[in-house]
C-alpha cells in the first residue's frame, strides 16, 4: 500500500474514531472501570516509575484516577507537548509529585509549568520509564495504534526500553477490526478497555491471542 494510500485511509478512520470517542456515553464510569483493570495489571503493580498521560477532550479520563496513583509507592510520570533542536514535536517527561502542581498548557492540555520544565529532580528520560500508558484516538485488539498524527508519542516510543511495556488505554467504542497501520507504526503491548484486557503484539513480537472478558476489578460496575 503506498504511504499517500496509508495517509487517506487513516484519515478517514481517524475521523470516525473522534466521533466514536466524542459519543461514548458515561465517560467518567466507564473511565474508571478501565482504569481498575490498568491498576491491576501485573504489569503496572511491578512498575517502579510509570509514565500516565493526562486527558483532555474526549479522552478516557484519567484524572481523576491520578491522586490515588501519587500516593501509591511510585514515581509517576507526566509528558508535555514540546519541540527538539530541529523543531521536531516531541514529548518531554517530568516526574509529578502533586495535581495543583499541573497548570493548562499547549491545546489545553494539563502539564508542568513550563518554567519548572529544566528541573534537573524533575527531568526524566524516557530510558528510565518501567511501564507506558499510551493515549490515542484509536486501537486495534491486536495492539495497533492510531495517533493524532502530530508523532508526539511515535518519538518517544523508539526511545523507551524494549522491556517496558506500553499499554493502551480507550474505550471499547474506538476499537477498530481493521486499524490501518503503516511500516513504521509501534504496536501496544496491551489494549486496555472497560471492557477486556487485549494482548498486543508489541514490538517486534508477534500477535497473541485475545484474552477472554475480565471480571470487573473495582469501580462503578
Known sequence: MLDTEIAERKAVQR????DARNAQEDKDAV????????????????????????????ELRTRHVLPRALEADKR?????????????????????????ELHVGKWKILEPPRERWEEPERVVRAEDLDL???????FGRNGERMGNGQGYYDRLLERVRLDCPLVALCYESQLFDDLVVGPHDVFMDKVVTESEVYEGRGR???SHARSGPLAPTGGEG
Open 204 to 206: 517486534g513480537g508477534q
Open 15 to 18: 475521523r470516525a474514531a473522534y
Open 76 to 100: 509517576v510520570v507526566v509528558p508535555y507537548c514540546t519541540t527538539d533542536e530541529n523543531g521536531d514535536n516531541k514529548l518531554g517527561l517530568w516526574w509529578l509529585r502533586a495535581m495543583d
Open 132 to 138: 507506558v500508558m499510551v493515549p490515542g484516538v484509536g
Open 31 to 58: 473511565s474508571e472501570q478501565a482504569l481498575e483493570r490498568f491498576l491491576s495489571l501485573p504489569e503496572y503493580e511491578s512498575a517502579g516509575t510509570v509514565m500516565w498521560y493526562v486527558d483532555c477532550r474526549s
